[in-house]
């Protein structure tokens, strides 16, 4: 995974609404990009400073956004009245042990070592420091960013709220004195931000299953394609539809929120491994618009409909490859009020 890393200095008053405007305009923009693994949006309210960083599937991915998120760029720089610097990093290390909300606590250490080093570097923070991350409390998530050519790092944690990232300080510091003792790494500072947003998927099934879920449960339709291998897919639903690629896709988005408009669908469970998942799940909606089942239509019936299911995924390179849906279609014409005969 790569990521680049943009941080603004601007005007405290506006702080406010240059994140709202990322937040609405240039976060679905650079997510429609392809690669795109999600923005995270960091601000420090007191100094009109914010972070904002892109993540990507591949070196290719993110070299390729560039022209397009340009503008983006300077449309926040210019709202923010800020000046702009830009970097772009390796995140050889991603862990996570729970996805951290609006408000949590955020801190970047800025660390640099010899090229010749780096990867020593990584795997001391790998084999070190994340297990003694991991052990203080309120960590949400832990990465390390590197510039193989220039020997610049970043380390990243997220912590469950600002009381949090405060009570971590300590041991944090310690942290750091150790790290750098055994890497003959430098530290040139230490800055802490509030965050604004995330939506970074960190290249786990778990993660991309939960992202597929918010994006179609937002009604994000150019999101959730975005998520989906377009010219591989291949779907699978009751009632003997298979279908493949662009068609496979648009079917299941239209089928099921032309029919129930007001659709979400609920988390029981996710079983993931490396290749694919599992997704135990409950959708719930209200029958307002017309079914177009392979069977045939079925006519608005008004009735609310909460149904069990159970989604099953395979990946590759970080898009939905393939689909199978399976329900009881049975229970579900029985809660529209259809019987088998029609």
Same mark, same amino acid.
């Given at each position: 995974?790569?990521?680049?890393?943009?941080?603004? =200095?601007?005007?405290?008053?506006?702080?406010?609404?240059?994140?709202?405007?990322?937040?609405?305009?240039?976060?679905?923009?650079?997510?429609?990009?392809?690669?795109?693994?999600?923005?995270?949006?960091? =601000?420090?309210?007191?100094? %009109?400073?914010? !972070?904002?960083?892109?993540?990507?599937?591949?070196?290719?991915?993110?070299?390729?956004?560039?022209?397009?998120?340009?503008?983006?760029?300077?449309?926040?720089?210019?709202? $923010?009245?800020?000046?702009? +610097? !830009? &970097?772009?990093?390796?995140?050889?290390?991603?862990?996570?042990? *729970?996805?951290? %909300?609006?408000?949590?606590? #955020?801190?970047? +250490?800025?660390?640099?070592?010899?090229? @010749?080093?780096?990867?020593?570097?990584?795997?001391?923070?790998?084999?070190?420091? #994340?297990?003694?991350?991991?052990?203080?409390?309120?960590?949400?998530?832990?990465?390390?960013?590197?510039?193989?050519?220039?020997?610049?790092? $970043? !380390?990243?944690?997220?912590?469950? *709220?600002?009381? =949090? $990232?405060?009570?971590?300080?300590?041991?944090?510091?310690?942290?750091?004195?150790?790290?750098?003792?055994?890497?003959?790494? @430098?530290?040139?500072?230490? &800055?802490?931000? &509030?965050?604004?947003?995330?939506?970074?998927?960190?290249? /786990?099934?778990? *993660?991309?299953?939960?992202?597929?879920?918010?994006?179609?449960?937002?009604?994000?339709?150019?999101?959730?394609?975005?998520?989906?291998?377009?010219?591989?897919?291949?779907?699978? +639903?009751?009632?003997?539809?298979?279908?493949?690629?662009? /068609?496979?896709?648009?079917?299941?988005?239209?089928?099921?929120?032309?029919?129930?408009? /007001?659709?979400?669908?609920?988390?029981?469970?996710?079983?993931?491994?490396?290749?694919?998942?599992?997704?135990?799940?409950?959708?719930?909606?209200?029958? +307002?618009?017309?079914?177009?089942?392979?069977?045939?239509?079925?006519?608005?019936?008004?009735?609310? =409909?909460?149904?069990?299911?159970?989604?099953?995924?395979?990946? &590759?390179? %970080?898009?939905?490859?393939?689909?199978?849906?399976?329900? /009881?279609?049975?229970?579900?014409? *029985?809660?529209?009020?259809?019987?088998?005969?029609?």
């Amino acid at each position: 995974m790569y990521a680049r890393m943009n941080t603004l =200095a601007g005007d405290p008053a506006q702080l406010g609404e240059a994140t709202r405007y990322m937040e609405g305009t240039v976060q679905p923009h650079v997510e429609a990009q392809h690669g795109n693994r999600g923005l995270a949006c960091l =601000a420090n309210a007191d100094l %009109g400073t914010c !972070v904002v960083a892109s993540y990507w599937d591949s070196l290719d991915a993110l070299t390729a956004s560039e022209q397009a998120v340009q503008v983006s760029r300077k449309e926040v720089a210019e709202r $923010l009245h800020a000046t702009v +610097t !830009v &970097e772009e990093y390796d995140v050889p290390v991603f862990v996570r042990r *729970s996805r951290p %909300g609006a408000g949590a606590g #955020v801190r970047i +250490t800025h660390v640099s070592c010899a090229t @010749q080093n780096i990867d020593a570097l990584i795997q001391e923070f790998r084999n070190t420091a #994340v297990p003694a991350l991991m052990g203080m409390g309120g960590l949400a998530s832990a990465q390390l960013m590197a510039d193989r050519v220039t020997g610049r790092c $970043l !380390v990243i944690t997220a912590w469950e *709220s600002k009381d =949090a $990232l405060a009570a971590s300080r300590t041991a944090g510091a310690r942290l750091r004195v150790n790290m750098s003792e055994v890497t003959h790494a @430098q530290i040139h500072g230490v &800055e802490e931000y &509030e965050l604004v947003f995330t939506s970074v998927r960190d290249g /786990d099934v778990r *993660s991309l299953i939960e992202r597929d879920i918010q994006l179609w449960n937002a009604k994000d339709r150019e999101g959730w394609l975005a998520g989906i291998d377009l010219h591989r897919l291949a779907a699978r +639903t009751p009632g003997g539809m298979r279908l493949t690629g662009r /068609d496979a896709a648009d079917a299941l988005w239209d089928m099921y929120n032309e029919a129930f408009p /007001d659709n979400q669908l609920e988390i029981i469970s996710i079983h993931a491994d490396a290749r694919g998942g599992v997704h135990e799940g409950r959708a719930v909606g209200t029958h +307002t618009g017309v079914l177009r089942a392979p069977g045939g239509e079925i006519q608005p019936t008004g009735k609310r =409909a909460q149904l069990d299911f159970c989604g099953v995924y395979e990946f &590759e390179e %970080g898009k939905i490859t393939s689909f199978h849906l399976y329900f /009881d279609q049975a229970e579900m014409l *029985s809660q529209l009020g259809i019987t088998a005969s029609g």
